[in-house]
C-alpha cells in the first residue's frame, strides 16, 4: 500500500506539474501537497521497510496515523482544486492521481487506525489526547512550511 501511495504521488506531482500558468490555476498547493505526501511516504516506507520502527522511541503508529490523516486533509483539498481545472487534460490526471492516492491513503488510515486501537488495548498506555496532540502539530507544520513557501 506505501509503494502504490508513493507512485500515485509522484504521478500526480508530474500531471499538476505539466500545465505551464499554474500559479494561475492555483496548482501551487496541488504540487506542494504532492511532493511533500511523496517525500513523506517515501520516508515512512524506508522507515517501515528498514525495521527501524522499534527502534525510534516515540509512538511510531500515532504519529504515522497522524501523519495519514493530514495527508487525507491535504489531498482531498488538492484533488478539489485539480478537479476545478479539470477541463485541462493534464489537470484532470492530475485531480485524478490526487483523488487516487487519496483513496490509497485513507485505506492506509483505516489499517493504522485498527493497529493504534489494538496497541492501545494491548499496552494502555496511549490514549486519544495524545493522538489529537500529534495531529494538531502536525497541521501546524504543514501549514506554517505552505505559508513560508507561499508568503516569499
Not at 78 to 106: E, M, N
Not at 108 to 125: H, I, N, V
Request: net charge positive; with cysteine; hydrophobic share 60%.
Amino acid at each position: 500500500m506505501k509503494l502504490a501511495t508513493i507512485l500515485l504521488s509522484i504521478l500526480a506531482f508530474i500531471c499538476a506539474s505539466v500545465y505551464p500558468s499554474y500559479a494561475a490555476a492555483g496548482l501551487g498547493w496541488v504540487q506542494f501537497v504532492t511532493i511533500v505526501t511523496f517525500i513523506c511516504f517515501t520516508i515512512l516506507f524506508v522507515l517501515r521497510f528498514m525495521n527501524i520502527y522499534g527502534r525510534i522511541p516515540a509512538p511510531m503508529i500515532v504519529i504515522e496515523f497522524c501523519y495519514f490523516l493530514g495527508a487525507c486533509f491535504c489531498l482531498f483539498i488538492a484533488g478539489i482544486v485539480a478537479a476545478v481545472w479539470g477541463h485541462v487534460p493534464a489537470l484532470g490526471a492530475a485531480a485524478f492521481f490526487t483523488f487516487a492516492t487519496l483513496a490509497v491513503a485513507a485505506v492506509e488510515t483505516f489499517f493504522l487506525y485498527r493497529d493504534y486501537q489494538a496497541s492501545k488495548s494491548s499496552a494502555g498506555t496511549a490514549n486519544i489526547g495524545t493522538l489529537s496532540i500529534y495531529l494538531s502539530i502536525y497541521l501546524s507544520i504543514y501549514l506554517s512550511i505552505y505559508l513560508s513557501i507561499c508568503l516569499r
